[in-house]
């Protein structure tokens, strides 16, 4: 991946490499709504940087390290496009903190899911590399996540993912999706899935390992789930996760996460 100069600022997420202080960093939300809430968490100084659609980017410092924060939309495309020009700016190492939605049963809402590999079933990653080509995460950057996360003694699990192109259709709490899809493909899929130990869906992971691999790039997803699977008759009951609980989870595990890597 080509640098650019130190002063250019680039169209798509607004901002250049002496802006973010050349670091090397990178933590990517989809939510552009935390990105300001986890930058003042993680450093009261925190340094906004640029508001460009829907790349919005502050700076922080953690355990001595430059660390951007920013928002790379919905989706595969935009942390596609937002991904390339971030690692043109200096950018090596990614962590992506991001919503999914539960694909086994025993996930509830709010628990975490760290993807080690994701299955490619988003269409941005195909223009990077062929579907065979695995989207696996950077060892060396997910054991320090998981590092993290047992020492701040957060329960999570680890394990295969998939990113897909539409929201989740996940069983018994989004039925209008099965409306205008092919209802039994869904659910078949979600049957093989579950039968596989895939853990949860996002619609953008896959993206990120596949790029990052072939650019040379470290990556690591650390997933809340946000959206859970019901099992036949059980009691539908939906807690959305707590803002301000979420940050300071996410907060606890980033500064262990930098204090060790």
């Known amino acids: 991946m080509k640098l650019v100069p130190k002063d250019e600022i680039l169209y798509h ?15 990517l939300l989809d939510n552009s ?7 003042k968490e993680l450093d009261l100084n925190a340094k906004f940087i640029s508001d460009n659609r829907e790349y919005l980017t502050y700076l ?12 790379t939309g919905f989706g595969a495309p935009p942390l596609g496009i937002g991904l390339e020009e971030m690692a043109m700016v200096g950018l090596k190492h990614f962590i992506r903190v991001g919503e999914a939605g539960a694909i086994q049963y025993g996930l509830n809402i709010g628990d975490f899911v760290i993807s080690m590999g994701a299955i490619r079933k988003e269409g941005t990653s195909l223009h990077y590399a062929p579907l065979n080509y695995p989207a696996a995460a950077s060892l060396s950057l997910t054991q320090v996540v998981r590092g ?3 020492e701040a003694q957060i329960p999570y699990v680890a394990g295969v993912t998939v990113s897909v192109d539409m929201l989740w259709p996940v069983e018994n709490t989004t039925e209008h999706i099965f409306d205008y899809l092919n209802e039994e493909l869904y659910r078949e899929l979600l049957k093989k899935w579950r039968k596989q130990k895939v853990h949860c869906m996002d619609n953008a992971v896959s993206a990120m390992f596949t790029i990052c691999n072939v650019f040379g790039l470290k990556s690591a997803a650390i997933l809340d789930i946000v959206m859970r699977n019901f099992e036949e008759g059980s009691i539908r009951s939906e807690i959305q996760p707590n803002p301000t609980e979420r940050v300071e989870k996410w907060g606890k595990i980033l500064r262990t996460v930098y204090k060790n890597y």
């Open 13 to 27: 997420i607004g901002f250049s490499p002496e802006m973010i202080e050349f670091a090397e960093h990178a933590v």
């Open 33 to 39: 709504e935390y990105v300001e809430l986890l930058a």
């Open 148 to 150: 993290a996360f047992d």
């Open 60 to 71: 922080v410092t953690v355990a001595g390290k430059k660390v951007v924060i920013a928002s």
